[in-house]
């Protein structure tokens, strides 16, 4: 190992606090990416309405996204990781809480961006081969994470056309709730849900 010499500990010390900046600047960007996506859609999230958003000028945000496409390429990923770590966290007791911890998944601004990004990828192919790679991604780990939580056993047949069936019905009432707060209804289809979840999956 070799000995820091006085004068490069100086060198990364003063280095340190603008790496730590710049750092701090890109999440903030990519979190104004979601926000704005989330509430103006793509065609209202330049990289102007981005970097005002998050307190920066435009020439700092292009310093680290050069292009809106590269800016959104990095948001792809983020919502991506972001929705994978609240999948991580879910600690739900019991199916019921398991089937609405997941629905509620898909009706947060994390979804809402996701969707989106999903409108966007398809018109941008910048954007769509990134999009459906991570999309897949997250679609499987849910898959993994929600057959865990629900106890499932999927050498059950039919077991797993129930699990796929709860989640795509949580990404529909998603759907349904980017136009209008669906809360009231959506609370009768999970309780709903529930009850059949509950009876396929119990022996």
């Known amino acids: 190992m070799g000995v820091v010499t006085p004068r490069a500990a100086n060198a990364r010390a003063a280095t340190s606090p603008k790496q730590d900046r710049s750092r701090a600047t890109r999440q903030k960007l990519l979190e104004s990416a979601v926000a704005c996506l989330a509430e103006h859609g793509w065609s209202g999230s330049t990289v102007s309405v981005v970097a005002e958003h ?17 800016l959104f390429t990095a ?24 089937v609405a911890a997941l629905v509620d998944l898909y009706t947060g601004p994390l979804f809402r961006a996701a969707l989106h990004l999903w409108v966007a990828a398809s018109n941008e192919p910048a954007l769509g081969g990134r999009v459906a790679e991570l999309e897949a991604r997250v679609g499987r780990e849910t898959h ?48 709903a849900w529930t009850g059949i979840v509950d009876g396929a999956l119990s022996p």
């Open 54 to 70: 998050a307190g920066v000028s435009r020439g700092a945000a292009q310093h680290h996204f050069p292009t809106r496409e590269d």
């Open 75 to 98: 948001a792809v990923e983020y919502v991506a990781e972001e929705r994978s770590t609240a999948l991580r966290a879910l600690r739900p007791q019991g199916r019921a809480e398991a």
């Open 144 to 191: 993994r994470i929600a057959v865990r939580l629900l106890g499932a056993d999927e050498s059950v047949p039919g077991v797993r056309e129930v699990v796929q069936g709860l989640l795509d019905m949580g990404r529909g009432l998603g759907l349904a709730n980017l136009l209008t707060d669906d809360a009231a209804r959506r609370e009768r289809v999970v309780s």
